[in-house]
């Protein structure tokens, strides 16, 4: 194994002892290396199929554990001022709200990782939102964006789906 491979099996061996998010400065500090470099090792550790997900608040790695996930991909359609309502849609309903992606006329699909599982995950996410100047990605795309979301079950899923309809939120694909 050269320096890089013992690098990289140490960053996941950091984020697999993790129990949330951990910032790039801190892999890098514990790592003795520049933030650029973990951003390198992270593609690459991507690029070899690790499910690693870069949150506002760090780098996740994304284990399933024994029992089985269920995921799947919705299209919404939403107001600003109905972020928090859409997002809790789905994680009070027991969903995790793993992305956002929006079509863009340059880019393409532009995607983002979220990783949203409780009401104090939405409301840390859009306070987040509120102090930036950046904005959400759906306004890019008139307020249309696509959600992937994980649950243990089926039912959990056929629940979203119904409530985000009930609010007008959920578009057909």
């Known amino acids: 194994m050269n320096e890089g491979d013992i690098r990289r099996k140490a960053l996941l061996d950091l984020l697999k002892s993790g ?5 790039g ?8 290396v520049s933030r650029q470099v973990i951003v390198q090792d992270i593609a690459l ?3 070899a199929n690790k499910e690693i997900f870069a949150t506002p608040k760090g780098y996740i790695l994304y284990t ?13 359609n939403h107001t600003y001022e109905q972020m928090v309502d859409e997002l809790s849609i ?3 309903n027991g969903g995790r709200v793993l992305n956002v992606i929006v079509a863009h006329d340059v880019y393409g699909q532009i995607q983002a990782d979220l990783i949203l599982e409780s009401r104090q995950d939405v409301m840390d996410f859009y306070e987040r939102m509120n102090s930036s100047k950046a904005g959400p ?7 249309v964006h696509l959600h992937t979301v994980e649950a243990s079950s089926e039912r ?3 629940n979203i789906e119904r409530d985000l309809k009930e609010r007008g939120y959920l578009m057909t694909q």
């Open 45 to 47: 550790l991507r690029a």
């Open 156 to 158: 959990i899923l056929d």
């Open 25 to 32: 400065s801190t892999l890098s500090g514990k790592l003795g």
């Open 137 to 143: 990605l759906c306004r890019i795309s008139d307020g």
């Open 64 to 76: 399933q554990g024994p029992a089985k996930k269920y995921r799947r991909t919705y299209m919404v």
């Open 19 to 23: 129990d949330g998010p951990v910032s």
């Open 90 to 92: 789905i994680v009070e």
